[in-house]
């Protein structure tokens, strides 16, 4: 079982930068695949980047979005650059034990999310 808490959430203009930070409970944190998605008011949450042993990028973020971890604060980061208005959603950090997936079903634990919303 671990707790997970987003931070770094805010308004930002187009082609701006913003960093979010995923702070996780527990000591076995260096044992999770850790990833992040975002998600719209009615529509699916959607995944955007995976950590466990190698990252993994969704197609609408790649070249533009940084995943990393620090094994040694328990806190995942998702750096995101050249914000674009589809980047506004609320972002949610997730973790398993189970292998790396870039699935909502592959995690079964979540974060409360924080929101990202990017003007023109």
């Known amino acids: 079982q671990v707790q997970l808490a987003e931070s770094g959430g805010g308004l930002v203009q187009a082609g701006g930068s913003l960093r979010l930070s995923c702070a996780a409970s527990?000591?076995?944190?260096?044992?999770?695949?850790i990833g992040w998605f975002r998600q719209a008011s009615g529509k699916e949450r959607e995944f955007v980047a995976a950590?466990?042993?190698?990252?993994y990028y969704a197609d609408s973020v790649k070249g533009r979005f940084t995943i990393s971890r620090d094994n040694a604060k328990n806190t995942v980061y998702l750096q995101m650059n050249s914000l674009e208005p589809e980047d506004t959603d609320v972002y949610y950090c997730?973790?398993?034990?189970?292998?790396?997936?870039?699935?909502?079903?592959?995690?079964?634990?979540w974060g409360q999310g924080t929101q990202v919303t990017v003007s023109s």
């Open positions: 527990g000591r076995t944190f260096s044992r999770y695949v």
């Open positions: 997730a973790a398993d034990l189970r292998g790396f997936s870039t699935k909502v079903t592959g995690y079964n634990y």
């Open positions: 950590s466990g042993g190698s990252t």
